[in-house]
């Protein structure tokens, strides 16, 4: 952009100064958090951090119930 200060700038150079930030933060961030894992690491993960329920806790269902009941 040829001006330097921002108050020799037209609205649209700003418009256009505004954009091109924009535009780069958003690229610099869709690289730096895109998942470079396969699929086969992802669902590793998930079965990994997925938490089961002791056997005798009550359902969902149950649960819903109680609440309705109280």
């Given amino acids: 952009m040829a001006s330097a200060k921002i108050v020799d700038m037209t609205?649209?150079?700003?418009?256009?100064?505004?954009?091109?930030?924009?535009?780069?933060?958003?690229?610099?961030?869709?690289?730096?958090?895109?998942?470079?894992?396969?699929i086969e690491e992802v669902l590793a993960a998930m079965d990994r951090l997925r938490w089961t329920p002791p056997q005798r806790s009550p359902s969902t269902t149950e649960l819903l119930h109680e609440d309705r009941v109280r």
Avoid at 12 to 23: G, H, N, R, S, Y
């Fill in 11 to 38: 609205i649209d150079d700003i418009k256009a100064l505004i954009t091109e930030v924009v535009d780069e933060r958003l690229h610099n961030w869709w690289q730096q958090s895109r998942d470079t894992r396969s």
